[in-house]
Protein backbone atom coordinates (compact mmCIF):
# COMPACT_ATOMS: atom_id res chain seq x y z
CA UNK A 1 0.00 0.00 0.00
CA UNK A 2 1.55 2.96 -1.55
CA UNK A 3 1.63 6.71 0.68
CA UNK A 4 -1.20 8.36 -1.14
CA UNK A 5 -3.42 5.14 -0.63
CA UNK A 6 -2.33 5.43 3.08
CA UNK A 7 -3.26 8.73 3.36
CA UNK A 8 -6.57 8.69 1.70
CA UNK A 9 -7.43 5.77 3.91
CA UNK A 10 -6.56 7.69 6.74
CA UNK A 11 -8.33 10.79 5.86
CA UNK A 12 -11.52 8.76 5.22
CA UNK A 13 -11.35 7.13 8.82
CA UNK A 14 -11.18 10.74 10.36
CA UNK A 15 -13.71 12.06 8.03
CA UNK A 16 -16.25 9.06 8.56
CA UNK A 17 -15.42 9.58 12.39
CA UNK A 18 -15.86 13.31 12.75
CA UNK A 19 -19.14 13.30 10.26
CA UNK A 20 -20.74 10.57 12.61
CA UNK A 21 -19.76 12.17 15.90
CA UNK A 22 -20.38 15.73 14.62
CA UNK A 23 -22.52 15.43 11.53
CA UNK A 24 -22.00 15.79 8.36
CA UNK A 25 -23.28 19.07 7.84
CA UNK A 26 -21.33 20.57 11.02
CA UNK A 27 -17.97 19.19 9.63
CA UNK A 28 -15.51 21.41 8.13
CA UNK A 29 -12.88 20.36 5.83
CA UNK A 30 -10.67 22.59 7.82
CA UNK A 31 -11.56 20.39 11.07
CA UNK A 32 -10.96 17.09 9.29
CA UNK A 33 -7.19 18.43 8.38
CA UNK A 34 -6.62 19.52 11.60
CA UNK A 35 -7.73 16.13 13.03
CA UNK A 36 -4.83 14.64 10.86
CA UNK A 37 -2.30 17.32 11.82
CA UNK A 38 -2.29 18.02 8.01
CA UNK A 39 -2.93 21.45 6.10
CA UNK A 40 -5.87 22.03 3.85
CA UNK A 41 -3.83 22.09 0.90
CA UNK A 42 -2.25 18.13 1.74
CA UNK A 43 -6.67 17.18 2.22
CA UNK A 44 -7.66 19.22 -1.27
CA UNK A 45 -4.81 17.04 -2.78
CA UNK A 46 -7.01 13.85 -2.08
CA UNK A 47 -10.08 14.88 -2.14
CA UNK A 48 -11.61 18.67 -2.96
CA UNK A 49 -14.80 18.69 -0.89
CA UNK A 50 -16.92 16.72 1.46
CA UNK A 51 -18.85 15.49 -0.97
CA UNK A 52 -15.82 13.55 -2.99
CA UNK A 53 -14.73 11.82 0.92
CA UNK A 54 -18.22 10.90 1.12
CA UNK A 55 -18.07 9.51 -2.76
CA UNK A 56 -15.09 7.62 -2.10
CA UNK A 57 -16.46 5.67 0.75
CA UNK A 58 -19.78 5.00 -0.61
CA UNK A 59 -17.60 3.48 -4.00
CA UNK A 60 -15.19 1.38 -2.00
CA UNK A 61 -18.53 -0.21 -0.71
CA UNK A 62 -20.40 -0.02 -4.15
CA UNK A 63 -17.59 -1.75 -5.57
CA UNK A 64 -17.41 -4.23 -2.95
CA UNK A 65 -21.40 -4.94 -3.46
CA UNK A 66 -20.57 -5.04 -7.36
CA UNK A 67 -18.37 -8.37 -6.83
CA UNK A 68 -20.61 -9.94 -4.34
CA UNK A 69 -23.58 -9.60 -7.16
CA UNK A 70 -21.30 -10.39 -10.25
CA UNK A 71 -20.83 -13.80 -7.93
CA UNK A 72 -24.33 -14.80 -6.64
CA UNK A 73 -25.47 -13.95 -10.44
CA UNK A 74 -22.58 -16.36 -11.66
CA UNK A 75 -24.44 -19.35 -9.30
CA UNK A 76 -27.69 -20.60 -9.72
CA UNK A 77 -30.21 -19.74 -7.23
CA UNK A 78 -29.87 -22.64 -4.83
CA UNK A 79 -29.97 -22.59 -0.93
CA UNK A 80 -26.83 -23.48 -1.03
CA UNK A 81 -25.78 -20.42 -2.74
CA UNK A 82 -28.05 -18.44 -0.75
CA UNK A 83 -26.18 -19.77 1.90
CA UNK A 84 -22.76 -18.87 0.76
CA UNK A 85 -24.35 -15.29 -0.72
CA UNK A 86 -24.82 -14.80 3.23
CA UNK A 87 -21.75 -16.02 4.72
CA UNK A 88 -19.81 -13.68 1.35
CA UNK A 89 -21.97 -10.84 2.68
CA UNK A 90 -21.23 -11.43 6.50
CA UNK A 91 -17.65 -11.19 5.91
CA UNK A 92 -17.87 -7.82 3.98
CA UNK A 93 -19.59 -6.67 6.93
CA UNK A 94 -17.08 -7.83 9.19
CA UNK A 95 -13.87 -6.13 6.34
CA UNK A 96 -13.16 -2.38 6.41
CA UNK A 97 -15.04 0.31 6.99
CA UNK A 98 -18.91 -1.38 6.49
CA UNK A 99 -20.07 -0.72 10.30
CA UNK A 100 -18.63 2.67 10.02
CA UNK A 101 -20.63 3.29 6.79
CA UNK A 102 -23.70 2.46 7.60
CA UNK A 103 -23.87 4.43 10.71
CA UNK A 104 -22.73 7.26 9.14
CA UNK A 105 -25.90 6.99 6.94
CA UNK A 106 -27.98 6.54 9.78
CA UNK A 107 -26.95 9.59 11.44
CA UNK A 108 -26.94 11.44 8.28
CA UNK A 109 -30.10 10.18 6.29
CA UNK A 110 -31.16 14.31 5.76
CA UNK A 111 -28.04 15.12 4.61
CA UNK A 112 -27.49 12.35 2.33
CA UNK A 113 -30.74 12.81 0.57
CA UNK A 114 -30.38 12.70 -3.07
CA UNK A 115 -27.07 12.10 -3.21
CA UNK A 116 -26.41 9.88 -6.24
CA UNK A 117 -23.57 7.41 -4.23
CA UNK A 118 -25.89 6.99 -1.57
CA UNK A 119 -28.90 5.89 -4.24
CA UNK A 120 -26.52 3.85 -6.20
CA UNK A 121 -26.05 2.14 -3.02
CA UNK A 122 -29.06 1.37 -2.62
CA UNK A 123 -29.70 0.33 -5.35
CA UNK A 124 -26.94 -2.33 -4.97
CA UNK A 125 -28.38 -3.57 -1.87
CA UNK A 126 -31.82 -4.10 -3.37
CA UNK A 127 -29.79 -6.20 -6.23
CA UNK A 128 -28.22 -8.12 -3.64
CA UNK A 129 -31.74 -8.72 -1.80
CA UNK A 130 -32.89 -9.73 -5.60
CA UNK A 131 -29.96 -12.30 -5.69
CA UNK A 132 -31.70 -14.15 -2.88
CA UNK A 133 -34.56 -14.76 -4.20
CA UNK A 134 -36.49 -16.62 -7.08
CA UNK A 135 -38.48 -15.73 -10.02
CA UNK A 136 -41.29 -17.40 -8.87
CA UNK A 137 -40.62 -16.73 -5.16
CA UNK A 138 -44.16 -16.13 -3.35
CA UNK A 139 -43.78 -12.14 -1.85
CA UNK A 140 -44.12 -13.98 1.86
CA UNK A 141 -40.02 -15.60 1.00
CA UNK A 142 -38.91 -12.95 -0.69
CA UNK A 143 -39.62 -11.00 2.39
CA UNK A 144 -38.08 -13.18 4.68
CA UNK A 145 -34.77 -13.64 2.36
CA UNK A 146 -34.46 -9.97 2.07
CA UNK A 147 -34.91 -9.51 5.80
CA UNK A 148 -31.65 -11.82 5.92
CA UNK A 149 -29.77 -8.78 4.94
CA UNK A 150 -31.26 -6.53 7.56
CA UNK A 151 -31.02 -9.39 10.47
CA UNK A 152 -27.33 -8.81 9.71
CA UNK A 153 -27.33 -5.52 9.86
CA UNK A 154 -29.57 -5.43 12.68
CA UNK A 155 -27.08 -7.59 14.97
CA UNK A 156 -24.72 -4.91 14.82
CA UNK A 157 -27.13 -1.90 14.99
CA UNK A 158 -29.79 -2.91 17.95
CA UNK A 159 -27.63 -5.01 19.61
CA UNK A 160 -24.22 -2.80 19.56
CA UNK A 161 -24.98 -1.27 23.95
CA UNK A 162 -25.54 -5.50 24.51
CA UNK A 163 -23.00 -7.01 26.71
CA UNK A 164 -21.76 -9.24 23.56
CA UNK A 165 -18.72 -9.22 21.36
CA UNK A 166 -18.76 -7.96 17.97
CA UNK A 167 -17.96 -12.07 17.52
CA UNK A 168 -21.36 -12.76 19.00
CA UNK A 169 -23.20 -10.30 17.10
CA UNK A 170 -21.47 -10.88 13.84
CA UNK A 171 -22.75 -15.04 14.65
CA UNK A 172 -25.95 -14.58 15.90
CA UNK A 173 -26.54 -12.01 12.91
CA UNK A 174 -25.17 -14.82 10.53
CA UNK A 175 -27.57 -17.14 12.44
CA UNK A 176 -30.37 -15.23 11.81
CA UNK A 177 -29.76 -14.45 8.33
CA UNK A 178 -28.70 -18.09 6.99
CA UNK A 179 -32.52 -18.91 8.88
CA UNK A 180 -34.35 -16.36 7.32
CA UNK A 181 -32.62 -16.98 3.81
CA UNK A 182 -33.71 -20.71 4.07
CA UNK A 183 -37.06 -19.85 3.87
CA UNK A 184 -39.75 -22.01 2.70
CA UNK A 185 -42.99 -20.93 1.44
CA UNK A 186 -44.58 -22.94 4.12
Given at each position: ??A?T???S ?19 L ?17 F ?5 I ?47 I???M????T ?32 L ?25 R????L ?11 S
Amino acid sequence: MGAQTDTRSRIQEVAIRLFTEQGYEATSLREIAEALGVTKAALYYHFRTKEDIVASLIEDRVKALDELIAWANGHPRTPETRGELIRRYSAQMSEGRHHEIMQFMDRNKTALQGHAQVDLMRERLGELMQALCGPDDPLPVRLRRSMALFAMHAAWFFLRDESSTEEERTAAGLQVALELADASGS
